[in-house]
């Protein structure tokens, strides 16, 4: 082999190497979570639990409106249905 080839075959053998242990870098650092990572989650819970809170307070309002909403229809009805008398 002569001289260029054997700086190629060492420039693609390093390269691999490289690539290799930047991998293996990164896998090894995303598989244990910081302490900004357990922050973040801890805010998100604390973001979750209260948007879980706002929607049940509005499900019961929805619910209560629903509820009036049909309870003044049932009288209206009567009405009605006593004035047909």
């Known amino acids: 082999m002569n001289r260029k080839t054997h700086a190629l075959l060492a420039a693609l053998i ?3 190497f490289a690539s290799a242990s930047v991998a293996s870098f990164a896998q090894t650092a995303s598989d244990t979570p910081t302490a900004a990572d357990q922050r973040a989650a801890k805010e998100q819970s604390k973001a979750d639990k209260k948007a879980a809170v706002a929607q049940a307070k509005a499900d019961k309002k929805k619910t209560e409106a629903q ?4 309870e003044a ?13």
């Open 73 to 85: 229809a049932a009288e209206a009805k009567l009405k009605n249905a006593k004035k047909a008398d």
């Open 67 to 70: 509820s009036d909403a049909n």
């Open 14 to 16: 390093a390269g691999t």
